[in-house]
């Protein structure tokens, strides 16, 4: 069954976040206290294009099976290492089509906007890895493996060990992109 493996928040535009007990979402803002909640966006990048920019990176999830494979091949990344706010289990987040609502927990929602872009600062983290954070579709153009983006609809507490539902949208589905 899917579930939350661990959750993650930092104050500071720190590129890792530290593993909590627990974490507060609010609908249509972000984690609680986090530095890349709001309603416009916070990552410093976009912020210097537009911060009038809507948030569609409110949260942030990566697959522990993401980590375990590039600890597989001799990297050190731990959960929260990588910036995500939670590290999930048994959940194949990549593929999940745009418009797909994670339920965790008891009343947290989340509707997955988009890919991650994978940056220099992963290269930064521990070189040599940012190489492993971009596959290939079949179709031949750039998968980016650094987890999914969402936006609150409705927020909670999560912790480890949380259930997480798929609610996938209606058909046709559209497939993740960098947001």
Sequence with gaps: MPS??????????????????????????GVAGD?????TVKHRSRVAADPTQPNLRQVH??????????????FDVAPGALGENVTTTGVDLIDL????????????????????????QIERFRPGLLQHMIGKRADGTPLLRTGI???????????AGDP???????????????V
């Design 4 to 29: 939350v493996l661990a959750v993650h928040a930092a104050r500071g535009h720190n590129f890792s976040k530290r593993t909590q007990l627990f974490i507060d979402i609010v609908e249509g803002l």
């Design 35 to 39: 530095a890349h909640a709001g309603t």
């Design 61 to 74: 999830l990566i697959a522990s099976e993401l980590l375990d494979e590039v600890n597989g091949l001799g």
């Design 97 to 120: 089509p745009r418009g797909t609502v994670l339920a965790l927990g008891d009343a947290v929602r989340l509707e997955v906007t988009g890919l991650r872009n994978p940056c220099v």
């Design 149 to 159: 983006m969402t936006v609150v609809l409705a927020g909670g507490t999560v912790r």
């Design 164 to 178: 997480i539902g798929v609610e996938l949208p209606a058909e046709p589905h559209r497939r993740l992109e960098k």
